[in-house]
C-alpha cells in the first residue's frame, strides 16, 4: 500500500486523478477502454449497545458489506462474460482500480474481491450513442488503496 501524504494547497503546475487517470481490471482483463462509469461502495451497519440508561454503552462490530457497478461498452461486456464461460454470473472474479500516476498525485489501487455479477441491464434505444450494459455486483470485500474497513477481515 503506497502511503499518501496530504495533498498540498494550492497544487502548482498540477493535476488531480480525473476519470482519465483510471486503469480498470475485471478478471484479469484490462477494460479501461470500454468502461463507461463505475461505481462501488462498502458500509458498516452496526448498533448502539443500550443498558440501563438512554445513552448506549458502547456499540457492536456490526455487519461489512460491499457492493458496486459498472456500465461498459456492450462488445467489451460480451468479451468479459465470454471470459468468464458458461455460468458467468456464477463465477468469481476480483477488480483492480489503479489510479495512475500523474504529476503531483500518488498511485493509489483499490481491490474488489470476489465479485459476481448479481444484475445486468441491457436497455436500448434508437440514437446516436453506442450500446451499453450496466452491471450490479456483489463484493465480498473492497480493500481502498490496501487499507482494511474492518480489523481481521477475512481473505486479506
Known amino acids: 500500500m503506497p502511503l499518501v501524504q496530504e495533498p498540498a ?11 482519465a487517470s483510471i ?5 484479469g482483463l484490462k477494460k479501461t477502454a470500454g ?5 462501488y461502495k462498502h458500509t458498516l451497519e452496526y448498533e448502539h449497545v443500550m443498558a440501563g440508561g438512554s445513552q448506549p454503552v458502547g456499540d457492536t462490530l ?27 454470473m456464477a463465477e468469481h472474479f476480483n477488480v483492480l482500480v489503479k489510479y495512475s500516476k500523474k504529476k503531483g498525485d500518488p ?14 441491464d441491457r436497455s436500448h434505444s434508437q440514437g446516436n450513442g453506442a450500446l451499453v ?12 488503496n490496501g487499507v482494511q474497513a474492518i480489523p481481521d477481515m477475512i481473505g486479506v
Not at 468502461?35 to 461505481?39: G, H, K, Q, T, Y
Not at 455487519?63 to 464461460?85: N, P, S
Not at 498511485?107 to 445486468?120: A, F, M, Q, S
Open 9 to 19: 494547497y494550492p497544487l502548482i503546475n498540477g493535476n488531480r486523478h480525473d476519470w
Open 23 to 27: 486503469l480498470l481490471e475485471i478478471a
Open 35 to 39: 468502461m463507461r462509469a463505475l461505481n
Open 62 to 88: 456490526g455487519t461489512y458489506a460491499a457492493e458496486g457497478g459498472f456500465e461498459m461498452l456492450m462488445v467489451d461486456y460480451q468479451h468479459l462474460i465470454q471470459t468468464l464461460g458458461n455460468g458467468y
Open 107 to 120: 498511485i493509489l489501487v483499490d481491490e474488489l474481491r470476489g465479485c459476481r455479477i448479481k444484475g445486468e
Open 133 to 144: 450494459v450496466k452491471v450490479d455486483l456483489g463484493v465480498q470485500l473492497l480493500l481502498v
